[in-house]
């Protein structure tokens, strides 16, 4: 079986070639690389797709966590409460502003911050919430907008692997990922749901303030041009990426039909396989499986399931394999081993297996086949 991929984004790009080109094409032709029209049609676009009010699209993800918490007005000394077990990003723009990460364990089956542990982190410095819908499934959105709200804390829903998922309140209304927070940022760095060709992102807010100061920091702090009421970045999503992203926006709900089938089939292939534990999926979140993630048991040697696959021309990765409490650049703020054991153990015991929009069925089935090989 040849060219199995985490992600095959040159057959997608095949696949939808021409409207790109043209896309493209259109950019070259009218030459505003920066800014150009189609900036403010992609998030209008994206504005409608996500039932946000107000969508200001950056340089990356990492940049939309940092103007996000800016526009919040976070201060040094700040307190701000981040899952142990994510990607760097979250972390890494607390401490750039003198803010200081709280970390807070995960759920072991669903990867998610877990609620019942906001309440031992609070202080009289905390500020806010960092929820990391991880691998495509929104966190516990109700629970945590109620802590929230009772404790008077901002939310910032860091949406870069869920774009597109949907979230079911109790009282059966429903919102996209990254709309229900004070904030939601996303990512659309290739591999992403949403990917484009380059580095991009964007943040969402439904509160007009907000979207204002937003639109503001990311534009070196300006509203009129040469005048500037605050300190700001500059974090653009330039006119390229946005033509590019507009033509794969239309397919964004069709990807995650075709990652669900492949993750689907994962679930019934190794459901009842005693050494694998599949991902949970909770009722309130539908999941756009930007990641296959599965946990392996203790018996299991992950690295040799890891160079096994491999050797067969199988890729997989360990998201993550250490968590933020444990990594050097922040053992600062006082991580020890054995402070959160779950995500401890899951950065031992998770690996993903290649899922994305292009998979065949004979290329799943030989993925399927030889991870039972292994065992
Ligand atoms: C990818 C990612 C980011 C950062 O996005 P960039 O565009 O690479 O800066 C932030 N958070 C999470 C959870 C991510 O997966």
Redesign the pocket.
């Given at each position: 079986m040849n060219n199995i991929q985490m992600v095959d984004l040159k057959t997608q790009y095949e696949h939808i070639k021409q409207e790109i080109n043209q896309a493209i094409q259109d950019v070259l032709d009218q030459a505003a690389f920066i800014n150009g029209p189609q900036v403010k049609k992609f998030a209008s676009e994206l504005g409608a797709y996500t039932g946000a009010s107000f969508v200001t699209t950056c340089g990356?993800?990492?940049?939309a966590?940092q103007i996000a918490m800016m526009a919040l007005g976070f201060k040094p000394g700040d307190e701000v409460i981040v899952p142990a077990f994510?990607?760097v990003?979250?972390v890494e723009v607390i401490a750039l502003l003198g803010l200081i990460p709280v970390f807070v364990d995960v759920t072991e089956d669903t990867f998610e911050l877990d609620i019942d542990q906001l309440a031992y982190r609070i202080t009289e410095r905390t500020v806010g919430i960092v929820t990391?819908h991880?691998y495509g499934q929104c966190s516990n959105m109700e629970k945590i907008l109620d802590f929230a709200g009772l404790h008077g804390l901002k939310v910032i829903e860091?949406t870069?692997?869920a774009l597109g998922a949907v979230y079911t309140f109790s009282d059966g209304k429903t919102m996209k990922a990254g709309t229900m927070g004070h904030i939601g940022t996303t990512?659309?760095?290739p591999s992403?749901n949403l990917g484009c060709y380059g580095?991009g992102?964007a943040i969402f807010t439904n509160d007009p303030d907000l979207g204002e100061k937003i639109q503001m920091i990311a534009n070196h702090g300006q509203k009129q041009k040469y005048y500037h009421d605050s300190v700001g970045v500059n974090s653009r999503l330039d006119t390229l990426q946005a033509a590019i992203l507009s033509v794969k926006l239309n397919y964004l709900d069709t990807y995650a039909g075709a990652r669900n089938e492949v993750a689907t089939a994962y679930d019934a292939a190794f459901d009842s396989h005693p050494q694998i534990n599949i991902p949970v999926r909770v009722k309130q979140s539908t999941h756009v499986f930007h990641q296959y993630t599965v946990r392996l048991q203790e018996s299991v040697d992950r690295y040799a399931f890891k160079s096994y696959l491999n050797g067969k021309g199988i890729p997989s990765m360990v998201y993550y394999p250490l968590p933020l409490h444990l990594q050097k650049a922040y053992l600062m703020y006082g991580g020890k081993v054995g402070q959160f054991p779950v995500s401890e153990k899951l950065c031992e015991r998770v690996i993903s297996l290649p899922i994305h929009t292009e998979m065949t069925s004979s290329q799943q089935d030989y993925i399927i086949e030889q991870v039972y090989s292994f065992f």
């Open positions: 990356n993800g990492t940049d966590l994510t990607y990003a979250t990391v991880l860091d870069a692997q990512s659309f760095f992403k580095d992102g």
